[in-house]
């Protein structure tokens, strides 16, 4: 019963345009698509600590002088 009504809505969301298509990737674009992935997680990890040292120095916890260039667009 379950199935049926998964397989159901399945049906519904492919027809009213909701359900991406999957499609296979040639190898480059593999690697491409897995360095992009890469890339990503170690953006947001820098946002994350970037956030978190924000944080920590507004709050007065520490003071650093922090001497990477991105980091004085923080404050």
């Given at each position: 019963m379950i199935?049926?009504?998964d397989?159901?809505?399945i049906a519904r969301m492919i027809r009213g345009g909701l359900f991406p298509i999957a499609c296979a990737y040639s190898r480059k674009m593999r690697a491409d698509r897995g360095l992009l992935r890469r890339r990503g997680y170690f953006v947001r990890r820098r946002?994350?600590?970037l956030a978190y040292f924000s944080l920590l120095t507004s709050g007065g916890l520490i003071n650093v002088r922090c001497s990477l260039t991105y980091?004085?667009?923080l404050s």
């Open positions: 199935i049926k009504i397989s159901e809505k946002a994350e600590l980091y004085r667009f």
